[in-house]
């Protein structure tokens, strides 16, 4: 499966930002879905993740009642809808998908990745 993330920019904060992550190849649903972040110098982090029918969802607890992930399988598309934004927000945020259904949170045990796209918020 090939993975595009998009919708990161310059946001104040306090601001909301929506991120989506446009997917083709395989069948979409077959996969467990999940969002990263990695800001300059530190290394890739866990944001949320949704199984494949999109009714379990997991999140790290810098984001917690602020972030809700999504996903709509006939669209092939994953979401990330980020309200209440603070600076320390501020990271490349990374689509990835993984076979087997799991909630995981450890960036290596997924099998594909999206580009990337880039949160600033600013104070």
């Known amino acids: 499966v090939q993975l595009q993330a998009s919708g990161g920019g310059l946001v104040q904060a306090g601001g909301s930002l929506r991120l989506s992550c446009a997917a083709s190849?395989?069948?979409?649903?077959?996969?467990?879905l999940g969002w990263f972040r990695q800001a300059p110098g530190k290394e890739r982090a866990f944001v949320a993740a949704?199984?494949?029918?999109?009714?379990?969802?997991r999140y790290g607890d810098s984001v917690k009642g602020r972030f809700t992930i999504s996903r709509d399988n006939a669209r092939n598309t994953l979401y990330l809808q980020m309200n209440s934004l603070k600076p320390e927000d501020t990271a490349v945020y990374y689509c990835?998908?993984?076979?087997?259904?799991?909630?995981?949170?450890?960036?290596?045990?997924?099998?594909?990745w999206g580009q990337g796209t880039l949160v600033t918020v600013s104070s």
């Open positions: 949704i199984s494949r029918s999109g009714g379990l969802t």
């Open positions: 990835a998908a993984v076979n087997n259904g799991g909630l995981i949170v450890t960036p290596a045990l997924y099998d594909y």
């Open positions: 190849g395989r069948t979409f649903s077959i996969y467990a």
